[in-house]
């Protein structure tokens, strides 16, 4: 007998009585259907709007991109490759809960590539946070980008606050810290070390409501124009006492004295227009006791000093950075792409930029570009960088040394030999050719071992 074929209101009728999560999503990438066992996990209604796929960590403050993100599968299963992955969603409260998915693609359409659909079948075993163990594999870096996103909300999620390093781990505590307070900040730390990515991670990690966040470029503004924007900011609060906005000064240590001066006469007295976040690329006490900055305005924006560490320190953290970025393109683009070759994050770990994460930054936008298949390879990487890989993979050449008393020293043997050839062996005559009396003439047969030779005639 032919095989039955099994129907759709079947299969449906399979997957409500499941007891693990199964979810459907169409070849747009649209989720388009969940279990009763999914939607329980997920803590959601069945019928609930959802959102379409993108493979990133998701926003956190819009609840149907988070859950779709989560969900979403490594973009090779659209590719009809069957793969195994984590998947997460985000709780009310923060918290993260994750588990194993198998990924079985098929063909909506019977030989149409383009109609490729993903089966989800979730496991039911929840995994701990820290039990995937670290790994540079780009579906482990994804795994490992979700876990660190219970504590990574808000609209904005600076991509240089992921890591394992201890650096990147003090600043993360030190975040969470400054959050949960209205002090001033001042966050120090090289250019490209992430500065101005944790003042925002600061502020939007308030407790909401929060007010506006103001980033002042304190080298490129006049001090009436810093005052005005502080004379501002405390009209917004007075107006609206419940939302308190945040100003941030950029590399504060380019004010001027005069405008450090009336800034710290401001923070002092109690209208401060908001809470005042500062950076710098020197500690400001240091600078303060050096007498290039105001003292009374170091001590006042240094309640809480966050240190950044340079990019060098944190050469560990660099493919677990570079795929949060990668995913933030994801985020924004219809185009998916997985990760990075373990060619090209060598490349990146061997010949960092210059620029640290900001660079870092811009090398990944170009890359995913000029990308032709799933994962960045060391081709796609800016001509830059790889240049700079291929210049390090030849030797330079030692530089020869010159030793100058052995160059001389053969000179002058040469000399001395022809000369001895030159008056047939008699050394008096030698002596004469070469302008040198007897006794400085025989003391330097006798140094070089040439006393033998010749005769005194």
């Not at 050839?421 to 008096?428: D, L, P, Q, R």
Request: contains cysteine; charged residues 25%.
């Amino acid at each position: 007998m032919p095989r039955r074929r099994t129907g759709a209101a079947e299969l449906s009728r399979l997957f409500e009585a499941a007891a693990r999560p199964v979810f459907l999503i169409d070849c747009d990438g649209r989720l388009v259907y969940l279990n009763a066992a999914c939607a329980t996990w997920l803590g959601i209604d069945a019928d609930a709007e959802l959102d379409v796929c993108r493979y990133s960590q998701g926003d956190t403050t819009d609840a149907a991109k988070s859950l779709a993100a989560g969900l979403c599968p490594p973009p090779e299963v659209f590719r009809g490759e069957r793969a195994t992955a984590t998947v997460a969603r985000s709780a009310a409260d923060g918290t993260v809960s994750q588990r194993r998915c198998e990924f079985f693609p098929f063909a909506l359409v019977d030989g149409v590539e383009d109609e490729q659909a993903v089966l989800g079948i979730v496991d039911s075993h929840e995994l701990a946070l820290d039990e995937a163990p670290p790994s540079d594999d780009a579906r482990e870096l994804h795994a490992a980008l979700q876990r660190t996103q219970q504590w990574l909300r808000g609209k904005y999620r600076p991509e240089s606050l992921a890591g394992r390093s201890a650096g990147i781990r003090r600043v993360r505590r030190q975040v969470k810290l400054a959050a949960t307070s209205r002090v001033p900040v001042l966050i120090c730390g090289p250019a490209g070390s992430g500065r101005h990515h944790v003042a925002r991670a600061i502020h939007f990690s308030q407790p909401e409501p929060y007010g506006a966040f103001v980033p002042l470029e304190c080298a490129t503004l006049t001090a009436d124009s810093v005052l005005e924007h502080v004379n501002a900011l405390a009209l917004t609060v007075e107006r609206d006492p419940s939302k308190t906005p945040t100003l941030l000064l950029r590399d504060v240590e380019a004010l001027d004295i005069a405008t450090q001066d009336k800034l710290a006469a401001r923070l002092s007295s109690g209208r401060a227009g908001g809470r005042w976040i500062a950076t710098s690329q020197s500690p400001v006490d240091e600078l303060a006791a050096a007498g290039t900055f105001h003292a009374d305005l170091a001590a006042l924006l240094t309640t809480l000093v966050i240190r950044m560490p340079a990019f060098a320190e944190r050469l560990e953290d660099l493919p677990l950075v570079a795929q949060a970025m990668l995913e933030e393109i994801n985020a924004r683009s219809a185009r998916q792409l997985s990760g990075f070759t373990p060619e090209a994050l060598d490349v990146l770990a061997a010949h960092p930029p210059r620029g640290g994460w900001d660079e870092l930054a811009e090398w990944i936008r170009e890359a995913n570009k000029r990308s032709t298949g799933l994962f960045i390879d060391r081709a796609a990487l800016p001509d830059r960088a790889r240049f700079v890989a291929e210049a390090a993979a030849y030797r330079r050449p030692e530089e020869e040394r010159i030793d100058l008393e052995k160059f001389l020293g053969e000179i002058e043997l040469e000399l001395i030999q022809r000369a001895m050839s030159k008056a047939k062996g008699n050394k008096t005559k030698a002596a004469e050719l070469l302008g040198m009396n007897r006794p400085r003439f025989y003391r330097r047969l006798e140094q070089l071992g040439l006393e033998e030779q010749g005769n005194d005639a």
